[in-house]
């Protein structure tokens, strides 16, 4: 992905944390060298359970375009099932990146021409000593390790800025043992 703006849209339901996930990443971004940065989240009926989604711009230049995105770079899905319920690939621009928290392997997703990765988070997070349906750090794993664009020690750091005092060793290291995980596709 070399180009000016990539642009990044999240899924997941409402209370896993992937408009959390997504500010994380923003951080790092930042820290990282993306001067520019953006990120607007969506609410819908804003209940826990209800699919939501989040975007995150990213660029080496400030950014002027505040625009949602439409046509997206990669896509990041907290939860498999929402795959059968939303059009997650909807306008996911040809050879883009699909990154999913599913313990199937990407060759089991048909998404013609795309590039997909996935990792089994829901596990991998109480493995890490995560409560039990916490994926939105492991995701950070995956999205680092399928997309090659912030290090996974960056993410990690940033990760446990946000949760301290909430266990943010066992956050980062779900990043981590995710970003070991992660199988990426062709």
Known sequence: MNKDIIEIRWHGRGGQG??????IVANAAFVSGYGGVVMAPTFGTERRGAPVLTSLKISKQKIYDLSPITEPDMVVVLDHLIVKEVDVASGLKPGGLI????????DDYNFEGMKVATADITSIASESGLPPGVVNTGIIGAFAKASDLIDIDTLARAIENEFKGKHPQRNAEAARITFDNTIVGG
Not at 99 to 106: A, C, D, E
């Open 18 to 23: 992937a408009i959390t996930a997504a500010k």
């Open 99 to 106: 990154v999913i928290n599913s313990p199937k392997h990407p």
